[in-house]
């Protein structure tokens, strides 16, 4: 199964992503490493791009989000379950992804992580983001924000509003009694 991690940029779903995936020993794949790991090669002016806040292609993403289900697909081979966090704000990329996970894994359950605006604004004017692309995060949250295609696929509303150790305590209380309920 892959256990997605969607939500603005901003609102904690890689943090949360990553200590779920500690927590249960689930691998984790961070779609914004393969961004900048792809990305250079798909797009020539990939750094022009990145230095001016400019959106890539939707050609360059569709290629983008097929190499990613490529990779999850071979990653399928060797794990039952993967954590991936992505944005996941367009349909037409959640399709990719999601019937990757339908072909190659056991289906797919998401978690849409949500947190208050102005806490997502504090986190994004302060913080330090390691391994991102986004230059001015509080914008791009904005323009995601703005473009946002709605899931037609059902999702778990998560709420992180509380600190990092008491969101994961409650996000794993909630994955445990799910799996107990499977």
């Known amino acids: 199964m892959i256990i997605f991690f969607a939500g603005l940029p901003g609102v904690g779903k ?72 992505d944005v996941l704000h367009r349909e037409s990329w959640r399709k990719i992804l999601f019937d990757c996970a339908r072909t190659h894994f056991d289906g797919f359950i998401v978690f849409w992580v ?3 605006e102005e806490i997502v ?21 904005l323009s995601y924000k ?4 709605d899931f037609s696929d059902q999702v778990i509303v998560f709420e992180n509003n509380d600190h990092l150790d008491i969101s994961v305590e409650k996000l794993a209380a909630l994955i445990t009694k799910g799996l107990s309920a499977a």
Do not use: C
Not at 53 to 70: E, H, L, M, Q, Y
Not at 121 to 141: C, F, G, I, T, Y
């Open 14 to 85: 890689s943090s949360l992503a990553e200590a779920i995936s500690k927590r249960f020993n689930i691998p984790y794949y961070p779609v914004d490493a393969k961004k900048i790991e792809l990305y250079p090669a798909l797009d020539p002016q990939y750094q022009y791009k990145i230095d001016n806040d400019i959106s890539f292609a939707v050609g360059v993403k569709r290629k983008f989000f097929t190499a990613v289900a490529k990779d999850l697909e071979r990653r399928a081979s060797i794990t039952r379950d993967i954590i991936v966090d």
């Open 146 to 149: 703005n473009r946002f295609q």
């Open 114 to 116: 949500k947190t208050g």
């Open 121 to 141: 604004k504090e986190r994004l004017l302060s913080a330090v983001r390691k391994q991102h692309l986004l230059k001015d995060p509080w914008r791009m949250h």
